[in-house]
Antibody, heavy 115, light 109 residues
Framework: EVQLVESGGGLVKPGGSLRLSCAAS????????MNWVRQAPGKGLEWVSS????????YYADSVKGRFTISRDNAKNSLYLQMNSLRAEDTAVYYC????????WGQGTMVTVSS | QSALTQPASVSGSPGQSITISCTGT?????????VSWYQQHPGKAPKLMIY???KRPSGVSNRFSGSKSGNTASLTISGLQAEDEADYYC?????????FGGGTKLTVL
């Protein structure tokens, strides 16, 4: 079964850091680009970042550029999002999703930034 | 990276058809045939319903169809069913970024 499972969410204070992980299974992870998409409580979807299959191409939304870093380990079938200098407005459910068409999504992991 | 424009809500009765519009610019929707649509039920992850403007993934009902004209994409759902009640989001490739619409809440009356 093709599956993505996020982890690493939690409560963090403003200015703090958090690292999210996304474990992939059921497909050849190294062949696909990957994305992070977030959804603030009661709000719409917001694309955060994408990374190509070999990590050659990396893109970020303006709202997170300079604070977040996307990476992947194809040997471990895993995608990561390092989040630094967190703000209250980063509070959201963070989803990982496969390919540019976002055809497979994980269940999401909640990140809450609050003092 | 401005959001695409969708109506906040649409509604229809069972069996009817509805269309949700998604308006972008010449930098996103108008430049690429890479618009996709997602269905999201409360508390669930989004599900891909349409990609590349009009293609349906395996397993998605043919009641769902997509189209594009200029800077506006559209999702049409025919033969509305109760289970279609959900939030719908459009999404477009925009060069070095991806942009979503604000979402449309579909109510089946």
């Amino acid at each position: 079964e093709v599956q993505l499972v996020e982890s690493g969410g939690g409560l963090v204070k403003p200015g703090g850091s958090l690292r999210l992980s996304c474990a992939a299974s059921g497909f050849t992870f190294s062949s696909y680009s990957m994305n992070w998409v977030r959804q603030a409580p009661g709000k719409g979807l917001e694309w955060v970042s994408s990374i190509s299959s070999s990590s050659s191409y990396i893109y970020y939304a303006d709202s997170v550029k300079g604070r977040f870093t996307i990476s992947r380990d194809n040997a471990k079938n895993s995608l990561y999002l390092q989040m630094n200098s967190l703000r209250a407005e980063d509070t959201a459910v963070y989803y990982c999703a496969r390919e540019a068409v976002l055809n497979i999504w994980g269940q999401g992991t909640m990140v809450t930034v609050s003092s | 990276q401005s959001a695409l424009t969708q109506p906040a809500s649409v509604s229809g009765s069972p069996g009817q058809s509805i269309t949700i519009s998604c308006t972008g610019t010449s930098s996103d929707v108008g430049s690429y045939n890479l618009v996709s649509w997602y269905q999201q039920h409360p508390g669930k992850a989004p599900k891909l319903m349409i990609y590349e403007g009009s293609k349906r993934p395996s397993g998605v009902s043919n009641r769902f169809s997509g189209s594009k004209s200029g800077n506006t994409a559209s999702l049409t759902i025919s033969g509305l069913q109760a289970e279609d009640e959900a939030d719908y989001y459009c999404c477009s490739y925009a060069g070095s970024s991806t942009v979503f619409g604000g979402g449309t809440k579909l109510t089946v009356l």
